[in-house]
């Protein structure tokens, strides 16, 4: 379904990514400006994995909960490691940040990055805060057979997102996610303490703060 283009070094596979049309993945192993959400920097040196997906526009919170989940069964696949999808676009491994994802898009066309730790060494300035698969399974890891196992995974979501099978994407989402969590949220405006709760059929966050009010979050970062 998809045509592939890797490259050894890149600034960003979503920037690339853009001068491609659809249906092609553009894969890196090393980008020297790996984006992440709000403008900021992704690291991204050689050894992990890197990519961008050029698709047809779709709804791109649905394409990022199906990226995270097609992520998270390729990892438990393959290495029997059980993460954690964490809202809007993280996948945690024991408080740690293993992948995001990124979807930008525009009247043409999706793009969906994909940024996972896989034998890339973390700055130490990031150690508290994320981890490398390898460092988890003490071995080096095959980043060929998770981009296989990740993108089979993802062609049958992609199928019930086209299907317009909303509820199975969520149910599927919430399964193995941070729901039940206590967390703060910080959006623009304000700060949330409170339990995630759950999300709702347009895949917006709902928090119960401490006196069981339901919060609907739009946008923010959350912290466990």
Request: glycine share 4%; aromatic share 8%.
């Amino acid at each position: 379904m998809f045509k592939l283009y890797h490259f050894k070094k890149l600034d960003s596979t979503i920037n690339k990514a853009k001068k491609f049309p659809k249906n092609c993945i553009v894969i890196a192993d090393e980008q020297t400006k790996g984006k992440g959400r709000f403008k900021r920097k992704w690291s991204s040196s050689k050894g992990g994995i890197y990519l961008s997906i050029v698709l047809e526009n779709l709804n791109p919170q649905y394409l990022t909960f199906i990226a995270a989940i097609s992520t998270q069964k390729a990892i438990k696949d393959i290495y029997n490691i059980k993460t954690i999808i964490k809202w809007p676009n993280d996948l945690i491994y024991n408080k740690k940040k293993l992948c995001g994802i990124l979807t930008q898009t525009n009247k043409e066309k999706s793009i969906l990055g994909i940024g996972i730790n896989t034998n890339n060494k973390i700055p130490k300035s990031l150690e508290k805060r994320a981890i490398s698969l390898n460092k988890i399974v003490n071995k080096k890891i095959n980043n060929k057979k998770i981009i296989n196992k990740l993108l089979n995974h993802f062609e049958k979501y992609l199928k019930l997102l086209k299907n317009k099978k909303y509820s199975k994407i969520i149910n599927d989402w919430k399964k193995n996610s941070f729901l039940g969590s206590i967390i703060k949220v910080k959006t623009i405006n304000k700060t949330y303490k409170g339990i995630a709760y759950d999300i709702n059929k347009d895949c917006f966050l709902i928090v119960k703060d401490k006196k069981g009010r339901k919060i609907k979050v739009i946008e923010g970062d959350v912290l466990i």
